[in-house]
């Protein structure tokens, strides 16, 4: 008797990529944030779907590859 092979379900744990925020670098234009990530080369072009607010401080980055592309998750802070 044979058993189908299942997916792995550890495998959506290598999709992601944990970057702290001290590894990136951050420009903001109009309705685009754009973030140079230390491991990787070049800029990522983010569309804001919220205004950033003032002194506000990057803790870390989520780039996480799916089956339609690659999306990205910034997570800040706010200094009052």
């Given at each position: 008797m044979?058993?189908?092979l299942l997916p792995d379900k550890n495998a959506?744990?290598?999709r992601t990529l944990k970057i702290?925020?001290?590894?990136?670098?951050?420009?903001?234009e109009?309705?685009?944030?754009?973030?140079?990530?230390?491991?990787l080369k070049g800029w990522v072009k983010?569309?804001?779907h919220r205004l950033?607010?003032?002194?506000?401080?990057?803790?870390?980055?989520?780039?996480?590859?799916?089956?339609?592309?690659w999306f990205v998750s910034a997570i800040r802070s706010v200094e009052t």
């Open positions: 044979t058993y189908p959506a744990r290598y702290e925020g001290q590894a990136v670098t951050i420009s903001v109009k309705d685009w944030l754009y973030i140079s990530v230390s491991k983010i569309r804001l950033l607010p003032d002194g506000f401080v990057l803790k870390n980055v989520l780039l996480t590859k799916k089956a339609d592309g």
